[in-house]
């Protein structure tokens, strides 16, 4: 198991819309509708943003979005804030009843 | 949700096993509603899954680990534990326990975590 493949950094500025994106394989991202998205503030554990590929909790803002096509799953963020300056982190079910993380994307509001 | 919170020392020497466990509030760890994990994350760097346990389907380690790691459940305090032995340096890591609702594969719920700095 490798850890999905994440950029290490991405950036706009208040206002843009970005997106992350996260690769996996065919045994993991590509396989099931198991992606998550994190957010993670310097300090703090991280929080859910997205599950099940392109659900939301409650709670979290509408500017957040999730897709997937074939071993690639992205993470939209519109309108971007300057509370959006964080690491974002992906994480996909990898069969046999295990689970496997992106390296993190830092994300930089200009 | 549930409200998670990691215990346990914040230094073992190397070789040693490192010994974590996680108090479950809100909520109760023999429902089967849930599966309770440990995550960690190594200073500066992402994140990094150990693996779960779950009341009825048993425990799932992650395929590196899974020769030095166990986890447990303490239904009496409602508590989850870690253990990982043989540790090195190289185990210097945030650790996080953390809940999974069944059939989500989602990360709900996470404790603080807690700083393990491996060192003699």
């Known amino acids: 198991q490798s850890a999905l493949t994440q950029p290490p950094s991405a950036s706009g500025s208040p206002g843009q819309s970005v997106t992350i994106s996260c690769t996996g394989t065919?045994?993991?991202?590509?396989?099931?509708?198991?992606v998550s998205w994190y957010q993670q503030h310097p300090g703090k554990a991280p929080k859910i943003l997205i599950y099940?590929?392109?659900k939301r909790p409650s709670g979290v803002p509408g500017r957040f979005s999730g897709s997937k096509s074939g071993n690639t799953a992205s993470l939209a963020v519109s309108g971007l804030q300057a509370e959006d300056d964080a690491d974002y982190y992906c994480s996909s079910y990898a069969g046999g009843n295990t689970m496997i993380f992106g390296g993190g994307t830092k994300l930089t509001v200009l | 949700q549930v409200q998670l919170q990691e215990s346990g020392p914040g230094l073992v020497k190397p070789s040693q096993t490192l010994s974590l466990t996680c108090t479950v509030s809100g909520g109760s760890i023999n429902s089967g509603t849930y599966y309770w994990s440990w995550i960690r994350q190594h200073p500066g760097k992402g994140l990094e899954w150990i693996g779960y346990i779950h009341y009825t389907r048993g425990t799932f380690y992650s395929p590196s680990l899974k020769s030095r790691i166990a986890i447990s459940l303490d239904t009496s305090k409602n508590q989850f534990s870690l253990d990982v032995n043989s540790v090195t340096a190289a185990d210097t890591a945030v650790y996080y326990c953390a809940s999974l609702p069944d059939g989500t594969v989602m990360v709900d719920s996470w404790g603080q975590g807690i700083l393990v700095t491996v060192s003699s």
């Open positions: 065919s045994s993991d991202v590509g396989a099931y509708d198991y």
């Open positions: 099940g590929v392109s």
